[in-house]
C-alpha cells in the first residue's frame, strides 16, 4: 500500500550558470510530496489501526527534518560564492547551503537523502520512503524514487 502526505514551502534560489532567468534570485511556492510504503496496521485498538502510518506523523516528520528548515530560506549552492558571500553579510539570514546546484532534481534528491532515515518502521509494517515528489512550480517537478 502506499500513501502520499503533501506539504508546501516558500524559498528563494538562483540557478547560477542557468543561460537565461533562472540565473536571477527568485523564489518558489514549492510543494513536496512524500510516498510510503506499508502494510496497513490490523492491530485492533491501536490508533494506526487501518492505516500505513498517521497523516499527521508522515507531516510532523517531514516538517522538523525540512520543512521548518528549507521554509522562507535562501536555498544557495555553494559554488555559488557571490550569492553565498552576500547572505553572509546579513546578520541572522536564513540560508541553507547545498553541495549541489538548488534545481528541482537536486532538491527532490537531497529531500529522499534526508527524510528515509527519519522514517523507520517503527509499527512492524515494512514502512519505507519510496518517493519525493518535488514541485519548483505547478508544472514544473522531479521525482526521486528508491532504487
Ligand atoms: N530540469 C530543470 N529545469 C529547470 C529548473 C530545474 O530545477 N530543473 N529550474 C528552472 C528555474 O528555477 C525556473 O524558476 C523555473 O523554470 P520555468 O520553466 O521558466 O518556470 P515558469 O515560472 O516559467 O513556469 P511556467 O509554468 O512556464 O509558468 C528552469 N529550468
Ligand atoms: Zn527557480
Known amino acids: 500500500m502506499l500513501i502520499t502526505r503533501r506539504l508546501e514551502f516558500d524559498a528563494g534560489h538562483r540557478i547560477p550558470n542557468h543561460n537565461s532567468q ?33 497523516f499527521s506523523d508522515v507531516k510532523r516528520i517531514a516538517q522538523e527534518k525540512l520543512v521548518n528548515v528549507w521554509d522562507h530560506a535562501f536555498l544557495v549552492y555553494r559554488g555559488d560564492k557571490q550569492v553565498c558571500d552576500f547572505l553572509a553579510t546579513m546578520p541572522d539570514h536564513k540560508t541553507v547551503v547545498f553541495d549541489v546546484v538548488p534545481t528541482a532534481e537536486n532538491l527532490a534528491q537531497t529531500a529522499f537523502e534526508l527524510l528515509d532515515p527519519a522514517y523507520q518502521d517503527s509499527y512492524g509494517n515494512h514502512l519505507k520512503l519510496e518517493r519525493i515528489r518535488l514541485f519548483e512550480t505547478p508544472n514544473n517537478w522531479a521525482d526521486c524514487v528508491r532504487s
Open 22 to 54: 533562472c540565473r536571477h534570485l527568485h523564489g518558489h511556492r514549492y510543494a513536496i510530496e512524500i510516498t510510503l510504503s506499508g502494510e496497513i496496521i490490523k492491530t485492533e485498538g491501536q490508533s494506526e489501526q487501518g492505516m500505513v502510518m498517521d
